[in-house]
């Protein structure tokens, strides 16, 4: 991979500080080799690209930007407007859209931004094709069409009923006589989430669904669970639903006012679909951050884990190529390939509900299938996350944390996919000792 593609290309799309890192010149410039790369893969074709965004105020540039950009070089635009990022991988497939753009930032907070690119199909795009765009943005030029070759924009107005009309066929049971609270993060799951609950059967409660542009994930979401925890209780809900910014992730308060986070609702999934003869090849594809104790739990119930780096793209691959049903992230990333193309907040919390009513079990009796081992995460800002993440300091401090540890625990040192930061993450038979050595780990990689 090119050093340009490196610095250009995070883990999940383009992010930065919106009109400063990320700019309307690189949102155009991006979408215009994005477009140039796919008509030069001999589509016999004019492209068209689904555009999509977020609630921020900045996504209005920038879709400006991406829209421009697409039509300068070719391509038709079909804007579909505020949607989950879901919603766009989704439309781009059931729209037989050879691209798709969605314009957010994600968890990440208000004054950022991103862009993310899907294939035909909804598929995030490979590498290669975002080595060969980085290197057409570095030529800053392409062939400018004239005339009728330049692109057209149009709308679809019903996307968003396209898209909950398809959330509520991968639904298998009513969610009639469930109490659900909805965090939606004042982002793209303002209405879309409340509409599929409701049409799916379930009594709703809105929070935080009030998007102006620059509340986004501010203190809450699923970034910040303490708001749901207390509507949870305050409503008597059955569950709380708690979405980020573009609703690709669902993390779940029970009624209780418990979390319950992705390795747990991953391991409530992943036992009903094997219950129900749905979890192919009888596996659960999850990232070396789920705890050990979803492991533990898995092989109790006899289904193998097959771990992967930290990532959805890494999730994705890793089912494209075993064929597998489930998957995803302990922070609430979770992929049902039958049903979508990637991880799918709304699609995972209609799944999650409708094993509770089916199963007529509360949310914290299935969730406790999964007895997570404590585990504590620490995120250290370092002006160089490569070079210090490798420092043979560090690799000395987590070396001695292991043989401490033994088969009891686990350390895992990964530097941040978006962010200037190194996560430290420590797991250990008690709170207390995981706490201790996960400090000590994030002082030696603040000093390195």
């Given at each position: 991979m090119t050093q340009q593609t490196r610095r250009l290309f995070g883990t999940d799309g383009?992010?930065?500080?919106?009109?400063?890192?990320l700019t309307p010149e690189l949102a155009l410039a991006l979408s215009g080799a994005a477009a140039q790369v796919l008509a030069d893969r001999g589509l016999g074709h004019r492209p068209v690209a689904v555009v999509g965004r977020d609630p921020r105020a900045s996504g209005e540039m920038l879709e400006a930007a991406v829209t421009a950009g697409l039509t300068a070089a070719g391509a038709d635009v079909v804007q579909v407007g505020m949607l989950p990022t879901p919603a766009v991988a989704h439309l781009v497939g059931a729209l037989s859209a050879d691209l798709g753009v969605m314009i957010s930032g994600s968890h990440n907070p208000m004054p950022d931004?991103?862009?993310k690119l899907f294939a035909a199909g909804g598929r995030k795009l490979p590498d290669a094709v975002e080595?060969?765009?980085a290197v057409r943005i570095g030529a800053r030029?392409?062939?400018r069409p004239i005339g009728r070759l330049i692109g057209r924009v149009r709308s679809v107005p019903d996307a968003a009923d396209r898209y909950v009309d398809h959330l509520l066929l991968a639904t298998p049971h009513s969610l009639a006589g469930i109490r659900v609270v909805v965090d939606c993060a004042h982002g793209a799951a303002s209405t879309l989430a409340l509409q599929a609950y409701r049409r799916a059967g379930a009594e709703v409660v809105a929070l935080n669904a009030q998007p102006d542009g620059f509340n986004i994930n501010d203190g809450c979401g699923s970034a910040h669970l303490d708001p749901l925890r207390k509507a949870v209780l305050a409503?008597?809900?059955a569950i709380g639903i708690a979405h980020d910014g573009d609703a690709d992730r669902c993390l779940a308060v029970d009624a209780t006012g418990a979390v319950v986070d992705g390795d747990q609702i991953m391991a409530v999934l992943a036992v009903a679909m094997q219950d129900n003869?749905?979890?192919?090849?009888?596996?659960?594809?999850?990232?070396?951050?789920?705890?050990l104790g979803l492991h533990l739990a898995m092989r109790a119930h006899g289904v193998t884990v097959h771990t992967t780096p930290v990532g959805d793209r890494y999730v994705l691959e890793a089912l494209a190529e075993g064929r597998f049903s489930l998957g995803g992230e302990q922070s609430g990333h979770v992929v049902l390939p039958e049903y979508a193309t990637t991880g799918d907040g709304i699609l995972t919390a209609l799944r999650l509900m409708a094993q509770m009513a089916v199963s007529g079990r509360t949310l914290a009796e299935l969730a406790s299938v999964l007895v997570p081992l404590p585990q504590v995460l620490i995120n250290v800002a370092v002006p160089d996350k490569a070079s210090v993440a490798g420092a043979p300091a560090v690799a000395d401090a987590i070396a001695l944390a292991e043989a401490e540890l033994g088969e009891a625990g686990r350390v895992l040192l990964r530097p941040s996919g978006t962010e200037q930061l190194v996560r430290v993450?420590?797991?250990a038979p008690t709170e207390s000792a995981a706490t201790t050595i996960a400090q000590r780990i994030a002082t030696v990689v603040a000093a390195s």
């Open positions: 383009v992010r930065g500080l919106a009109n400063s890192e931004n991103g862009i080595d060969e765009i030029e392409f062939d409503q008597r809900a003869g749905e979890l192919a090849n009888n596996t659960l594809v999850a990232t070396v951050m789920s705890n993450m420590v797991e």
